[in-house]
């Protein structure tokens, strides 16, 4: 039978097939291979074991998952307080593994900030101000997932699981406080478990309170303005072929900052990232 992994607990894993939902042990041969099932593989199961992993189309490592269609990152306005140049490399990721980035803004009751829907609207970014008082952005979220594996994700304590509960009260998933000591929330999501909803699959992950862009994905120096999809128009028309977008003269992409076309935090974020590109020694890939 050919199946979609759940999740995963102890060694067994949960397997929608068309027969209906599985449990299966993996092939030693797996670990052999260096492969690790996980929750959005698709495979073939045979008597209780799973016998073949079928090709991924991308893969992350955390949330560890596969064959994602759409990553949702839940930002929150306050507590925690919203990390641009985080954001941008997470972005930078789902942009280089082909994975639909999308933005939910959180806690909009506690702070307003216009700034974060404004900046990636413009990077033709979708990002989503969700209102729990009104119900404001939730049925926007459901369609930019229905029918599609898809995984929210972000900071710890962002908002991940209470967002989900609001689109799915039937998860009643775990939510936790922020701690007032540490300005971040504890960790009540500890696996990548996918639910089927909307037509799709949606995964809760475990969030994060920091992101080395290593751990996800080694993105050269010169893959990476391909990371930032409102530079697509204006690569290629540089003075110098050869122009890092960083601060030559004749740079059409430093212009757009200049005109305002490029929000210049995106810019600031790539200029670092470039910085940290060009540490990446072959030895490290």
Same mark, same amino acid.
């Given at each position: 039978?050919?199946?979609?992994?759940?999740?995963?607990?102890?060694?067994?894993?949960?397997?929608?097939?068309?027969?209906?939902?599985?449990?299966?042990?993996?092939?030693?041969?797996?670990?052999?291979?260096?492969?690790?099932?996980?929750?959005?593989?698709?495979?073939?199961?045979?008597?209780?074991?799973?016998?073949?992993?079928?090709?991924?189309?991308?893969?992350?490592?955390?949330?560890?998952?596969?064959?994602?269609?759409?990553?949702?990152?839940?930002?929150?306005?306050?507590?925690?307080?919203?990390?641009?140049?985080?954001?941008?490399?997470?972005?930078?990721?789902?942009?280089?593994?082909?994975?639909?980035?999308?933005?939910?803004?959180?806690?909009?009751?506690?702070?307003?900030?216009?700034?974060?829907?404004?900046?990636?609207?413009?990077?033709?970014?979708?990002?989503?101000?969700?209102?729990?008082? %009104?119900?404001?952005?939730?049925?926007?979220? *459901? @369609?930019?997932?229905?029918?599609?594996?898809?995984? #929210?994700?972000?900071? +710890? $304590?962002?908002?991940?699981?209470?967002?989900?509960?609001?689109?799915?009260?039937?998860?009643?998933?775990?939510?936790?406080?922020?701690?007032?000591?540490?300005?971040?929330?504890?960790?009540?999501?500890?696996?990548?478990?996918?639910?089927?909803?909307?037509?799709?699959?949606?995964?809760?992950?475990?969030?994060?309170?920091?992101?080395? %862009?290593?751990?996800?994905?080694?993105?050269? *120096? @010169?893959?990476?303005?391909?990371?930032?999809?409102? #530079?697509?128009?204006? +690569? $290629?028309?540089?003075?110098?072929?050869?122009?890092?977008?960083?601060?030559?003269?004749?740079?059409?992409?430093?212009?757009?900052?200049?005109?305002?076309?490029?929000?210049?935090?995106?810019?600031?974020?790539?200029?670092?990232?470039?910085?940290?590109?060009?540490?990446?020694?072959?030895?490290?890939?």
């Amino acid at each position: 039978m050919n199946g979609l992994i759940l999740d995963s607990l102890g060694g067994i894993f949960t397997v929608e097939t068309e027969e209906g939902t599985v449990e299966a042990k993996a092939r030693g041969v797996f670990r052999n291979k260096g492969l690790t099932p996980v929750a959005g593989d698709r495979c073939v199961v045979e008597e209780g074991l799973i016998t073949e992993l079928l090709p991924r189309k991308n893969s992350l490592i955390r949330p560890l998952l596969a064959n994602l269609d759409v990553c949702v990152f839940v930002v929150s306005t306050t507590e925690p307080a919203p990390d641009m140049l985080l954001l941008d490399k997470f972005i930078a990721v789902c942009e280089y593994k082909d994975i639909a980035p999308c933005i939910a803004l959180t806690k909009v009751d506690l702070k307003e900030n216009p700034l974060i829907p404004e900046v990636y609207r413009r990077a033709g970014i979708p990002a989503v101000i969700c209102d729990y008082e %009104t119900g404001g952005g939730i049925e926007e979220i *459901k @369609e930019l997932v229905r029918g599609k594996i898809c995984a #929210f994700t972000g900071n +710890t $304590g962002a908002g991940k699981s209470t967002l989900l509960n609001h689109l799915a009260p039937q998860l009643s998933l775990e939510t936790s406080h922020i701690s007032r000591k540490l300005g971040r929330g504890r960790h009540t999501t500890r696996v990548s478990r996918l639910y089927p909803l909307f037509g799709g699959y949606v995964a809760d992950t475990p969030g994060f309170s920091t992101f080395d %862009t290593m751990q996800y994905a080694v993105i050269h *120096k @010169e893959e990476l303005a391909m990371c930032f999809r409102e #530079f697509d128009q204006f +690569t $290629g028309k540089c003075r110098f072929s050869d122009c890092t977008h960083t601060k030559e003269k004749g740079c059409e992409i430093i212009a757009a900052v200049e005109a305002g076309e490029i929000a210049k935090s995106r810019h600031d974020s790539y200029v670092t990232m470039f910085e940290e590109a060009k540490r990446i020694k072959d030895w490290e890939i």
